[in-house]
């Protein structure tokens, strides 16, 4: 019988840690984030800049730390995941007329985002993701013109990150 058990154990353990690997996995093909060494503040502004570089306007910009923590407190949740956590909003009329021309309905994916935050273990690193939003698109024409968003963002990260 303690080796039924035991065999369980092994099993349920393996399978946990498998399926959060395949999660980390997951995330990373999903999202793609830079650290970048400095304060949250600088690095939000360096984002604004490459932003505003491409000829974009951050159109809005939402406080989703801020609101984590405020909202924690109701679902009891103590832990603060972040320091800082802002999601920064805008659009291209270049990227989105080609996008919604190719078809009406990817207008979902307007506007695009790019994510600036700290964590609490580390306020000295402030990361810059964005959601990669070609991945797991099958249909090749769709994917390409998807592709062509995340070259976009992935160049103001990387103007961001200098």
Same mark, same amino acid.
């Given at each position: 019988m303690q080796q039924k058990k035991t065999?369980?154990? @092994?099993?349920?353990?393996?399978l946990f840690f498998s399926s959060n690997l395949?999660? %980390?996995?997951?995330?990373?093909? @999903?999202?793609?984030?830079v650290p970048i060494e400095g304060t949250f503040q600088d690095v939000k502004e360096r984002v604004i800049f490459a932003v505003e570089s491409q000829g974009?306007?951050?159109?809005?910009?939402?406080?989703?730390?801020?609101? @984590?923590?405020?909202?924690?407190?109701?679902?009891?949740?103590?832990?603060?995941? #972040?320091?800082?956590?802002?999601?920064?909003?805008?659009?291209?009329?270049?990227?989105?007329?080609?996008?919604?021309?190719?078809?009406?309905?990817?207008l979902a994916y307007c506007p #695009? %985002?790019?994510?600036?935050?700290? @964590?609490n273990?580390?306020?000295?690193?402030? #990361?810059? %993701?964005?959601?990669r939003i070609s991945r797991g698109i099958e249909d090749i024409p769709t994917r390409n013109v998807l592709k062509e968003i995340d070259d976009l963002l992935e160049a103001i990260i990387e103007e961001a990150a200098l």
């Open positions: 065999i369980g154990f @092994l099993i349920l353990f393996i395949v999660i %980390a996995n997951g995330v990373s093909a @999903l999202v793609k984030v974009l306007v951050v159109d809005h910009t939402s406080d989703v730390g801020g609101m @984590l923590a405020r909202t924690g407190k109701d679902l009891g949740e103590t832990t603060q995941i #972040y320091q800082n956590a802002q999601v920064l909003e805008f659009c291209s009329a270049l990227y989105s007329r080609k996008m919604a021309k190719f078809s009406p309905a990817l #695009y %985002a790019i994510s600036v935050y700290t @964590l273990e580390d306020p000295a690193t402030t #990361y810059v %993701a964005f959601k």
